[in-house]
């Protein structure tokens, strides 16, 4: 513990707080034992109590009672507070007050260090539950002020650096006090993250999806090695387990981020307090069975500066109504029922907390619901409710003092006592003079007219109606003047001690210098020009829609009973093409197709003219996704697609806008064994696990080539680097797999007695995806490129007795196409790429005909989120090189991805049973000028071609009137921010996160 | 549903050693196609016309009844359909092999002010990217810079040459300037939100432009001493190159316009032009032609009709603005056997299909200055031509069986037909 001696010094201690056992030097030593009271106050102890006229009485730092009629002891100091408010002081949970951040990691160099360079810790450098908060703590008097001044009589603070991030200190926000009496408690939380430490390089985890995996196995690892699993010693690992009853914050980032972290939580079963993003507003119902609370900030975005029409054009709808609608988020959590706290922390400036805390009451937020988020919550999430958050014995003397009750427009703090020690933020001066007055200078008569309100002053003086220029300053209950006379050539110097308002007399100089007395006579008071601002009604935010951007749904679509008629359909099975078909559907399921079908209650859609097929199924995609490359490691089995799912993004909506129902996310291909993938519908306004294809079997991505050889950039640092090194890697993770399930084998089948007195394996979220392949449970799909690694991997999996489920992207598959075919292996390739890069020289658009005609089943896929909504028109290009049929061209991007991923028994046809993924074309599906109209996903409507153009009209339409708004609001001297242009990222198979 | 015929139905077993296909002999035989829907490229066809092939150039066409002359050669093309070939704009093939690996990047040159670049230099006519957009009709291509704000001169070449000087059709054509972003794409690496930010720089940086222009005017041949990159620009101040300016912001396209009128630059062709749809007035008003984004590309902002992109043709040709697309975007050498894919998914969205092929044929050869000699069927061109067993801008259809480049008939065969072959073959030993 570094508290610093000096600070003793500096702690000038009036009244002295009994530090019984410590000698003292300065003074002599008998200390005095007297009470303080606040009286006639209107008293709000806790947010649901009120006392109109109330006394507290507090010893030293802590109060002895709280009430109506309260006995005060003769030895108190009383404090008349009649016509203030008081509450309790707040509780900031989220800070770094006083903990100097870490240092980055300063190395340079071109190899990435894979490694951790601690000794005696855990594995990763991100995992610092071995911090403590302490270690650098220093009380900061500046920041100090600054959150006191906001109202907050604590904070609990912690170092922002790292995944776990060890623990936080809880602080008395008193100045006046040393360490040894604010310093309340040094191990206060736990604190996490997903985001890694800048102190270290180590690369894992390299992306969102890895820092959940990474939090796992680290929950796991500690549980195996308190159980006295571990033969080393992990200095981490033992911290955490002491410190795991600690109350956890996390901070999440954004909006997904909550949901993961709480879904974290949950898994464990710690709970969590998450920060908020600002956007929950979004998605609420969904955040409420995560049960965890949350710290929400009040940084409410400012608007943007719209002068600029050409740059107002490139700001996203969904930018303009976050500054729109992020003032009720507060509102909206309340009502949700999720148990939540403020927190300052995000706020450029402090100042404005209480006025954005007043902001959110306006825009719905129930008082009281946002005094315990101030107050009660916080005490509550950090576990010190004893200790403040109200006004109660025997809490500490934490409070705030108002000039009227705390959400009202113009209710200040002004005064914040800490620990019994008085705060003052707003020092009013001892006499009002307001007014107007007659000023007798030099024998002549002035007007004075005199403002002055807090510690501010201003006088404006006037010779009968020519105003003189005047300066005037009011410090320490003295007022001067400094008065410019007419010619402008001379000044006259006044001042004045102020006794009573009605009547100002002091001494100065006149313009001529001479030494003057003189006076200034009350007259009458100024009227307040200042009419009440008229209460504005309560805002209204434009509707939230869904997802949250120009292109949601205002309400969630619901599945329709639908009845197409005359259509020509594809169905993908024995009947082929049928001509003037019907196509029912109910309940989300395909129930009838034929002739002259009748479908009572369904609505009736004339598909005369028109194609009706089976949706668009895409085996290879990146979009939808946070991240899609783990790549901290040669193998990332432990990570899931399914953990980084973002529902908001806009490529799902182009996704349906040419036909696609379902969509395979794979990982990257970053590294030989990569992460597990996630099935998707593309079901547009849902959350995250709402895409999730439910029942879906589970599948692995696996990489060769160039990309895991990190061949086409400067890496040399991560094995393998040629092709034999991948081998072996598949070699070795299976091989420790096959060990591994061994081990699991023998311990489960051990007998009960036995069992309890034996130590279970390790649990190794990487074997147990594993193991899964193993065990015919989860599915490969191989990036791959060229027939040797083709072949090599095959060979592998045979070895081990797996069979791989698809080799994807697989340009030289037609090399070896008999022995893809023997293998049982399904080849999902690109229709035409090469060239970009070397093992694709030999790619070649036949490449799919070639399999094709060689039994293996093939797919066209896109990897790429401009090509996924054209997939129709990949499929055509089957039958341009290498003359594939038309219904088995379009089978390349239906019927066949839908078995290759396992999932042909619920769609990839038009088959009575089937889930109604339906899309609807304007002509044949794979000629060049078709058009999806319609796309259905299990009886919804997630897209229509003329609801899509009518939605960019009303898209222009909310913009022009959040543009207007945006326009009174600079106008009305608010302050804006820069445009940011928002553009969707991209994701391929080469994106390094 | 109608079966497709395939042309290409049996496999031949010979493999020429080299991976290049070899350059077609000249013209020695007159050939008559007969029979066939000509599609002119100025937006008309012919309904079972025929077209004579004389000494490499187009001698006589009409409907099949009212051919005159006689030929050595005839071709029944009865049911098929016959296009000019088609011309890939703002293309970089042939400069580029492979992208990933450096040493094949011709096209990559550092500095700002690079006018005397010229990419015709470092052209790879056998190049096995290029060979493989012939069987897709695109026979002719403007192969340009892309680096520098002023990048340098492009040339437009014919696909069917044993080297630069021989596929040259038209040196050094264009002048090409890549006006300054202004905006810029935030990176996430270091630790930005993949947003757009303004790009700071861009005042200065349109000043240098400035700076840059004044001071090549200033060229004379009458001193002792040659500025080379000033003396590149002449052709453009004197209006005989054109000048390409490459923008897609809406501000991007109306200081650069302005700009480069100023500079009495005035022969200007739009390339990008993204947000062309939102100054339409201002285009036709100063007559500027549109090498218009490939339609295969997705939508710049968040709030944009999702189909944008599928719908610029049309907007812009419903303003009277010429244009033709750009193939140049992500993977875009290897994409531009795709140009015709682009000219019909703009069809299928609201073009006519004949005004499609117009696109991709006439106005390319009009826009890149090439129309006394490519872009239709007319007598007196060049006899670049393709015959198409249907609808060449359906993937379906684009099925070649005969190609033509200044009469010379060209192999259809690439790096990739042979792989095919082979490996069909291979399999059909067993």
């Known amino acids: ?993 | 549903m109608k079966k497709i015929i395939y042309l290409l139905s049996a496999f031949y077993l010979s493999f020429v050693a080299t991976a290049q296909q070899t350059p077609a002999p000249i013209q020695s035989e007159s050939i008559l196609i007969q029979g066939a829907t000509l599609h002119i490229g100025d937006g008309t066809i012919i309904e079972n016309g025929s077209l004579g092939l004389e000494n490499g150039k187009i001698v006589e066409i009409g409907s099949s009844t009212s051919i005159t002359n006689n030929y050595t050669t005839q071709i029944d093309a009865t049911g098929q359909h016959v296009y000019p070939g088609f011309i890939a704009t703002n293309s970089t093939v042939g400069m580029v092999e492979i992208d990933a690996i450096r040493p094949t990047n011709d096209l990559n040159e550092i500095g700002t002010f690079l006018p005397n670049i010229r990419t015709i230099i470092a052209y790879n006519a056998e190049s096995k990217v290029v060979e493989s957009l012939r069987p897709n009709g695109i026979l002719t291509a403007q192969i340009v810079p892309t680096r520098g704000r002023i990048a340098g001169s492009s040339t437009v070449v014919q696909l069917d040459a044993w080297n630069w000087e021989d596929a040259a059709i038209k040196t050094d054509e264009g002048m090409h300037i890549y006006w300054p972003r202004s905006y810029r794409r935030g990176n996430p690496t270091k630790g930005e939100d993949p947003l757009l930010y303004d790009q700071k720089n861009y005042d200065k940086q349109v000043l240098e432009l400035d700076a840059y222009l004044k001071e090549a005017k200033t060229f004379t041949t009458a001193t002792d001493k040659k500025h080379l990159p000033h003396a590149a620009l002449q052709a453009s101040f004197n209006g005989k190159q054109q000048v390409y300016l490459h923008a897609k912001e809406k501000r991007q396209i109306l200081d650069g316009i302005v700009f480069l009128q100023k500079h009495g630059l005035n022969n200007i062709v739009l390339v990008g032009g993204d947000d062309a749809h939102l100054i339409l007035p201002f285009l036709k008003k100063n007559d500027i032609p549109v090498i218009v984004s490939r339609p295969h590309r997705l939508p710049n902002t968040a709030d944009e009709d999702v189909k944008l992109p599928f719908k610029m043709a049309k907007l812009l040709m419903d303003a009277g603005l010429i244009i033709t697309i750009d193939v140049s975007g992500r993977m875009e050498r290897m994409n531009t056997r795709n140009l015709p894919f682009y000219a019909g998914t703009f069809a299928a969205y609201g073009v006519d299909k004949e005004k499609a092929v117009q696109m991709i044929t006439l106005n390319a050869a009009k826009i890149l200055s090439v129309e006394d000699k490519l872009g239709s069927l007319t007598v007196g061109k060049d006899a670049t031509l393709f015959i198409a067993i249907g609808d060449a801008l359906d993937m379906r259809t684009n099925q070649l069986s005969h190609a033509f480049i200044q009469g010379r008939a060209i192999l259809l065969e690439t790096h990739q037909t042979e792989l095919w072959k082979r490996y069909m073959e291979k399999f059909s030993r067993k």
């Not at chain 1, 070896?816 to 080849?827: C, L």
């Not at chain 1, 074309?921 to 999806?932: D, E, R």
């Open chain 1, 1 to 993: 513990m570094k508290i610093r001696l000096l600070l003793l010094f500096f702690a000038v201690s009036i009244i002295g707080f009994s530090q019984d056992y410590f000698p003292t030097n300065t003074s002599v030593k008998t200390s005095a034992s007297h009470y303080q009271a606040i009286t006639n106050a209107t008293l709000h102890p806790a947010p649901n109590q009120q006392i109109n006229v109330g006394t507290i009485l507090f010893k030293n730092s802590t109060i002895v009672a709280v009430g109506e009629n309260i006995r005060i002891p003769e030895n108190t100091l009383i404090h008349d507070y009649s016509g203030k408010h008081i509450y309790a002081s707040f509780v900031e949970l989220h800070s770094n007050f006083g903990i100097k951040s870490g240092v980055a990691d300063g190395r340079r160099g071109r190899s990435t260090q894979y490694d951790t360079k601690r000794e005696g810790y855990y594995w990763n450098d991100h995992i610092l539950s071995d911090y403590n908060g302490i270690i650098d703590y220093s009380y900061d008097k500046a920041t100090a002020k600054q959150l006191r001044n906001a109202g907050f009589g604590v904070v609990n603070s912690h170092r922002t650096e790292g995944i776990h991030r060890g623990t936080s200190v809880f602080v008395a926000l008193n100045d006046n006090d040393n360490d040894a009496i604010r310093l309340l408690d040094e191990r206060a939380a736990q604190h996490l993250s997903f985001t890694k430490s800048k102190q270290s390089a180590q690369y894992y985890p390299g992306s969102i999806m890895g820092a959940m995996a990474l939090l796992r196995q680290f929950f796991h690892d500690a549980d195996w090695y308190k159980k006295g699993g571990a033969s080393n010693k992990d200095l981490a690992i033992e911290a955490f387990n002491v410190n795991k009853k600690l109350p956890a914050f996390f901070e999440a980032r954004n909006k997904l981020d909550v949901a993961r972290a709480a879904k974290i939580g949950k898994e464990f079963g710690i709970p969590l307090t998450i920060t908020a993003s600002g956007k929950e507003y979004e998605h609420i119902e969904n955040l409420k069975a995560l049960n965890a609370a949350l710290l929400v900030p009040v940084n409410f975005p400012n608007g943007y500066d719209v002068t600029d029409p050409v740059s107002t054009q490139k700001i996203a709808l969904s930018d303009m109504r976050y500054w729109n609608q992020a003032p009720m988020n507060p509102a909206v959590i309340a009502k949700g029922g999720i148990p939540f706290a403020f927190t300052s922390n995000g706020l450029s400036k402090k100042t404005t907390f209480l006025a954005n805390v007043k902001k959110a009451v306006k825009y719905g937020l129930d008082k009281e619901k946002a005094l315990a988020a101030l107050t009660t919550t916080p005490a509550r999430l950090l576990g010190k409710q004893a200790i403040v958050g109200q006004l109660k014995k025997p809490a500490m003397a934490n409070f705030i003092v108002t000039n009227g009750p705390l959400f009202d427009a113009s209710s200040k703090i002004e005064e914040n006592w800490v620990q019994g020690r008085q705060y003052k933020i707003i020092t009013s001066p001892e006499v009002t003079f307001d007014g107007k007055y007659t000023l007798m200078l030099d024998g002549k008569e002035l007007s004075l007219v005199i403002k002055n309100s807090d510690s501010k002053i201003a006088a404006t003086v006037k010779k009968d109606s020519i105003k003189l220029s005047t300066k005037a300053t009011y410090k320490s209950g003295w007022m001067s003047l400094q008065i410019q006379n007419e010619a402008k050539d001379a000044y006259a110097q006044l001042s004045a001690k102020i006794s009573e308002a009605s009547h100002i007399e002091g001494e100065g100089t006149s313009f001529d210098g001479n030494s003057i007395r003189w006076m200034a006579h009350f007259n009458e008071a100024t009227k307040d020009k200042k009419k009440t601002k008229k209460e504005s009604n309560q805002p209204s935010p434009v509707a939230v829609t869904y997802p949250n951007n120009g292109f949601g749904f205002s309400s969630l679509p619901t599945a329709q009973n639908t009845l197409f008629k005359n259509a020509t359909v594809w169905t993908n099975e024995a009947e082929g093409i049928l001509e003037n078909a019907d196509v029912w559907v109910e309940n989300g399921k395909i129930k009838a197709v034929g002739q002259n079908l009748t479908a009572p209650g369904a609505i009736e859609i004339d598909a005369t003219g028109k194609h009706l097929t089976s949706g668009v199924i895409d085996e290879h995609s990146h979009i939808g996704a946070s991240s899609i490359n783990e790549g901290g490691h040669n193998s990332s089995a432990e990570v899931t697609i399914e953990d980084v799912i973002n529902p908001d993004d806009i490529n799902l909506y182009h996704n349906l806008s040419g036909g696609v129902t379902t969509l395979q996310i794979l990982h990257g291909s970053a590294n030989p064994i990569g992460g597990r993938s996630a099935i998707i519908k593309p079901r547009w306004g849902e959350d995250a696990d709402g895409l999730l294809y439910k029942g879906a079997a589970p599948f692995i991505k696996f990489a060769l080539g160039e990309n895991v050889k990190q061949s086409n950039w400067s890496s040399y640092a991560r094995f393998p680097q040629t092709r034999m090194g991948v081998e072996q890697v598949f070699v070795d993770y299976f091989q420790r797999a096959k060990e591994y399930q061994t081990a699991w084998k023998k311990y489960n089948t051990l007998g009960r007695k036995t069992k309890a007195k034996t130590l279970a394996p390790r649990y190794d979220l990487e074997m147990e995806t594993l193991v899964e392949i193993l065990e015919g449970k989860r599915f490969i799909s191989c990036h791959s490129y060229v027939q040797s690694e083709i072949n090599m991997l095959m060979k592998v999996a045979e070895r081990f007795g797996v069979t791989i489920n698809t080799f994807t992207h697989i340009l030289e598959g037609y090399k070896v196409a008999d022995k893809m075919k023997e293998h049982g292996v399904g080849g999902s390739t690109f229709s035409d790429w090469w060239a970009y890069k070397f093992e694709v020289n030999d790619a070649i658009p036949y490449n799919g005909a070639i399999m094709h005609s060689q039994g293996v089943t093939v797919a066209f896929n896109s990897d790429d989120s401009e090509m996924s909504r054209r997939l129709n028109q990949e499929a055509a290009k089957a039958v341009k090189y290498g003359g594939v049929s038309e219904e088995d061209a379009w089978k390349f991007v239906t019927l066949n991805p839908a078995k290759l991923m396992h999932i042909d028994d619920q769609v990839g046809s038009v088959k009575v049973g089937k889930s109604a993924d339906l899309v609807l074309w304007n002509n044949h599906p794979m000629s060049i000028y078709a058009v999806a109209e319609k796309t259905m996903i299990e009886g919804v409507f997630y897209y229509e071609l003329d609801r899509a153009t009518a939605h960019v009209e009303k898209i222009q339409q909310e913009r022009n009137q959040l543009i207007q708004q945006m326009v009174e609001a600079k106008n009305g001297g608010a302050p804006t921010q820069k445009t940011p242009k928002k553009q969707a990222r991209e994701f391929h198979c080469e994106t390094l996160d």
